[in-house]
């Protein structure tokens, strides 16, 4: 089964410069979710998408944005990084809001280094 | 907000029985979750529970308490690969959701 895919797998960036995070949900899927995990710490919700519309935001910085495209895939954009965004980027995605029967399903990550 | 509170290490023999607790503080409940995390990987779905009581799915059952803001993970039949990190997880507050993250158990399963 088709799974959620996140590209590129790994990045290497260095400070100040921009980031390109890919997301591309599960087909059919139509909420995208964005979480930052750094060593050692539980993943950090970012921010949501439904039907292409923002649904929800945490703690994404100021430097960060997203959006959900036509073909629902998700692409989180990092400007002029900084060492402490060195992380791994989880994308899950589901059919409609998480709950008793809408599960959530994490891609494998992008781990990004900022040098 | 939501505070939550889980023991930071566990270790189990193989074959075992395993209960992970977790207490939650949260204003507006809209349900708790459990994930399962090996180190390096995605988080990975195990259970949804909104009702008081136990479900049970396999070898892992997960029991809710609303009064009380208490849920465990009960593990099973303790394989090797069950090593991986165990996240308690509740909606952020608002209505929402999406679950907010603790910081996880740790458990390390041992012949």
């Known amino acids: 089964a088709a799974g959620v895919i996140q590209s590129p797998r790994h990045l290497i960036k260095e400070k100040r410069e921009t980031a390109t995070l890919k997301c591309y949900p599960i087909?059919?899927?139509?909420?995208v979710y964005w979480y930052q995990q750094g060593p050692g710490q539980d993943p950090q919700f970012l921010i949501s998408?439904?039907?292409?519309?923002?649904?929800d935001k945490g703690s994404i910085p100021d430097r960060f944005s997203a959006q959900q495209f036509s073909d629902y895939h998700s692409e989180l954009n990092m400007s002029s990084l900084e060492l402490g965004d060195s992380a791994l980027y989880f994308c899950?995605?589901?059919?409609?809001?998480?709950?008793?029967?809408?599960?959530?399903?994490f891609g494998q990550g992008t781990r990004l280094t900022v040098v | 907000g939501q505070n939550i509170d889980q023991p930071t290490e566990m270790t189990a023999t193989e074959g075992a029985i395993v209960q992970i607790n977790c207490t939650y503080q949260?204003?507006?409940?809209?349900?708790l979750f459990w994930y399962q995390q090996h180190a390096g990987e995605a988080p990975t779905f195990l259970s949804y529970?909104?009702?008081?009581g136990l479900e049970e799915k396999g070898r892992f059952s997960s029991f809710l308490s609303r009064s009380k803001g208490y849920s465990y993970l009960l593990l099973k039949e303790l394989q090797m690969k069950d090593s991986a990190s165990y996240l308690c997880?509740?909606?952020?507050?608002?209505?929402?959701?999406?679950?907010?993250f603790g910081r996880g158990t740790s458990l390390i399963v041992h012949p």
């Open positions: 998408f439904y039907e292409k519309m923002q649904s």
């Open positions: 899950a995605s589901s059919l409609g809001l998480q709950g008793r029967n809408t599960e959530a399903f």
């Open positions: 529970n909104v009702l008081d």
């Open positions: 949260t204003s507006g409940f809209n349900g």
């Open positions: 997880a509740v909606p952020k507050s608002g209505g929402s959701y999406i679950p907010t």
């Open positions: 087909p059919r899927h139509d909420t």
